[in-house]
């Protein structure tokens, strides 16, 4: 599948685990079949199983009848995903560094940290609920 034109697909989910992993085994097949390379499918993987996730737990507040909405574009060199809940959206700056202090021993904000981690660009837009994450092509998938 690997061609100069980009690929753009819009799918809506159910907030439930199961279309979690649906859609993140579409997507990631479709990395891989347009020539991503390992590292990259795997930053792609969980960067967007991590905001998943958390549309489903924070933003849906777990209720399966709200949906998410996923958008992407992928070109020969990145992919480009817009995550968008039904939740009233938050300030992402509010949300504590899990790398310092007391915060080393909660939970909250490692996902954000990974996901701001394995992208090249993380923005939240309008309310917050909606986020956008660009992966850039590292290097190419070669078969072994």
């Known amino acids: 599948m690997v061609s100069g034109l980009p690929i753009t697909r819009s799918i809506t989910i159910k907030s439930t685990s199961s279309a979690i992993k649906m859609v993140c085994s579409n997507i990631l ?5 347009s020539n ?18 958390n549309s489903v737990k924070h933003g849906n507040k777990m209720n399966p009848e709200k949906q998410i909405k ?4 992928m070109s020969p060199d990145k992919v480009e995903l ?12 509010s949300v504590p560094d899990p790398r310092c202090g007391k915060n080393l021993y909660r939970p ?4 954000l940290l990974l996901i701001r981690s394995y992208m090249d660009l993380v923005e939240f837009k309008g309310k917050s609920n909606r986020l956008h994450m660009v992966r850039y092509k590292k290097q190419a998938h070669v078969d072994a």
């Open 108 to 111: 909250e904000g490692r996902g």
């Open 82 to 93: 817009f995550i968008t809940d039904e939740g009233e959206g938050f300030d992402p700056n």
């Open 36 to 53: 991503f390379g390992k590292d990259d499918i795997f930053a792609v993987h969980l960067a967007l199983d991590e905001a998943l996730v």
């Open 70 to 73: 996923i958008d992407y574009v």
């Open 29 to 33: 097949s479709e990395l891989k079949l």
